[in-house]
């Protein structure tokens, strides 16, 4: 048996939100070109593309597991929500969002934090929530995110993380092919129950290469060009009065399809 640590990369859109990649196309990418034995759906504010990828996952009985997430929106940041069944509501505190997603028996951690960026939990915020109610404490930080916003305030995170005690995940966060697993967490064992408990035991371990310096610019490009599908296709479908909307890229038979839900 293979001594090999799994991979997982916790942070990946899809078309349902702002990827530019179908659920179906990621899942074919993560099966024939990564090394990837766990992924998790995180697109914002919703878990239809997240229910269907791990339904299709088994279906197929594909080689990785999916975790289903969802990206949330905070008054704190963004925020990962993992092992989710039912959407988070956004725009409430960091801390009542964390505790939300326990309730769920989910495992929360903010996304990119530490930039001096709205959409990014502060270290202040952190701090307190930490010293707070445990209901309200963060299950990890993401350590390893590839973004140019990343790159300047990486060891910085990694320092918190580790003064902290909290476990340190590294993440694509993708918006395209091309960038899964470009930033991965290793952990003991190869599946979604392995990757939790190393999660749990603060035994992950964070890996990555960051974008290139103007690399992102291509990848916006192919966002504007969807925003500009979708809006078409929305429009045309209230004029036809045909019910159509935008293609979310997953099968209707796993939810809404190509409509919105």
Request: some cysteine; overall charge neutral; glycine content about 14%.
């Amino acid at each position: 048996m293979s001594d090999r640590r799994g991979r997982a990369d916790l942070h990946i859109h899809t078309l349902a939100s702002d990827g530019t990649a179908s659920l179906v196309d990621i899942l074919d990418h993560v099966e024939r070109n990564t090394e990837l034995d766990v992924i998790a759906i995180t697109d914002h504010e919703r878990i239809d593309a997240a229910l269907a990828g791990r339904a299709i996952a088994r279906d197929r009985g594909l080689r990785f597991e999916v975790v289903v997430g969802e990206e949330v929106t905070t008054l704190g940041g963004h925020l990962l929500a993992l092992w989710l069944e039912r959407p988070i509501k956004p725009f409430r505190t960091l801390g009542a969002t964390i505790a939300a997603v326990h309730e769920q028996g989910g495992i929360a951690i903010p996304a990119h934090p530490l930039v001096p960026y709205p959409l990014c939990a502060q270290g202040f915020v952190l701090r307190r929530l930490l010293a707070g109610d445990p209901r309200s404490r963060p299950d990890a930080i993401e350590a390893f995110n590839p973004t140019t916003l990343g790159r300047p305030w990486h060891g910085r995170v990694v320092r918190f993380a580790d003064e902290h005690g909290l476990a340190r995940v590294g993440n694509s966060d993708a918006h395209d092919l091309d960038s899964i697993g470009i930033g991965y967490t290793t952990f003991a064992g190869h599946d979604g129950a392995a990757l939790r408990a190393a999660i749990e035991a603060g035994t992950t371990q964070h890996h990555g290469t960051f974008h290139p310096t103007g690399a992102q610019v291509g990848t916006f490009g192919k966002q504007l060009r969807k925003y500009g599908r979708d809006a078409r296709a929305g429009l045309g479908g209230r004029i036809r009065r045909d019910g159509t909307k935008r293609d979310l890229g997953y099968p209707a038979e796993y939810g809404a399809g190509t409509g919105e839900r």
